[in-house]
Nanobody, 115 residues
């Protein structure tokens, strides 16, 4: 497994942007598809998007399509979540994941979008 550490969260106004980063340890990073999830207060964890091992394909939940972009740099063991046109409903703790539900999770980074 890999160890994951997210960063880049913060407070932003509606319409603003943030870029989240997820740093992975271990030499097997490129063998994992990576995903971002989020958990809003009082809600279940929600899938945000994912990227294939090579970075050639990405997938997003409908609510973030056209606003969020996932990318990765396998040479640096990094995955990113660029979030634009942020809305108050994007407020949540964001987690990166490797290997699915039973795989590795980071500690999360808080994103707060003020109205």
């Amino acid at each position: 497994q890999v160890q994951l550490v997210e960063s880049g969260g913060g407070l932003v106004q509606t319409g603003g942007s943030l870029r989240l980063s997820c740093a992975a340890s271990g030499r097997t990073f490129s063998s994992y598809a990576m995903a971002w999830f989020r958990r809003a207060p009082g809600k279940e964890r929600e899938f945000v998007g994912a990227i294939t091992r090579s970075g050639g394909s990405t997938y997003y939940t409908d609510s973030v399509k056209g606003r969020f972009t996932i990318s990765r740099d396998n040479a640096k063991n990094m995955v990113y979540l660029q979030m634009n046109s942020l809305k108050p409903e994007d407020t949540a703790v964001y987690y990166c994941n490797a290997g699915g539900d039973r795989g590795s999770w980071g500690q999360g980074t808080q994103v707060t979008v003020s109205s």
